[in-house]
């Protein structure tokens, strides 16, 4: 890789850096604290999000009913989501260590914190924990296929794609 595409990439990296302490900083004005992996927020805020809450009966009937009706096909995926993840928690498992590449932490994707927020109800924190599933799962297997990749065949592709993972800027050309 030419030095130029290496210095921008460095100075890419620190700017992520910096974007991610300014958010970090942002979150800290915000009235809640992570302890370890909760979140707890000030005792006002939580008075809030307790206004804020819909019950259950008032939720079902305000729903719109499409999301009532296309509910049972949503979440018919969690079958395909956790075969999914067992079998790329095995492939990584099995060879990673085989081709001495370092394996992902699921839990650096897989992150279920929406359920500390008091204003949801019982079937809105459902959904959330789906949600933080499954997107965190797509997370956890793209980088688990972008370190394949790194490792196969760091090779770009002819033309300009969409949605490239972490590692792809750093494959040959």
């Known amino acids: 890789m030419n030095e130029k595409i290496n210095h921008l990439l460095q100075k890419m990296a620190a700017l992520e ?10 979150e800290s004005r915000v009235f809640f604290e992570i302890k370890g992996k909760r979140v707890e927020f000030e005792r006002s805020v ?15 009937v305000t729903d719109r009913p499409q999301n009532l009706i296309t509910g049972p096909l949503i979440y018919g995926m969690a079958v395909p989501l956790l075969m999914l993840d ?13 081709y001495g590449i370092k394996k992902v932490r699921r839990s650096d994707y897989l992150v279920f914190d929406r359920r500390h927020l008091a204003y949801l109800n019982i079937i809105e924190k459902f959904h959330c924990t789906y949600c933080e599933y499954g997107n965190g799962l797509m997370g956890y297997m793209a980088e688990i296929l972008a370190r394949t990749e790194q490792y ?14 972490s590692r792809y800027q750093r494959f040959l050309a």
Not at 152 to 165: S, V
């Open 17 to 26: 850096e910096e974007l991610r302490d300014a958010v970090h900083q942002q």
């Open 46 to 60: 939580k008075q809030a999000h307790q206004k804020l809450k819909t019950n259950i009966f008032r939720w079902l």
């Open 86 to 98: 067992i079998c790329v928690s095995f492939y990584q498992w099995a060879c990673f260590p085989i």
């Open 152 to 165: 196969f065949c760091p090779i770009k592709h002819a033309r300009k794609i969409l949605g490239t993972h």
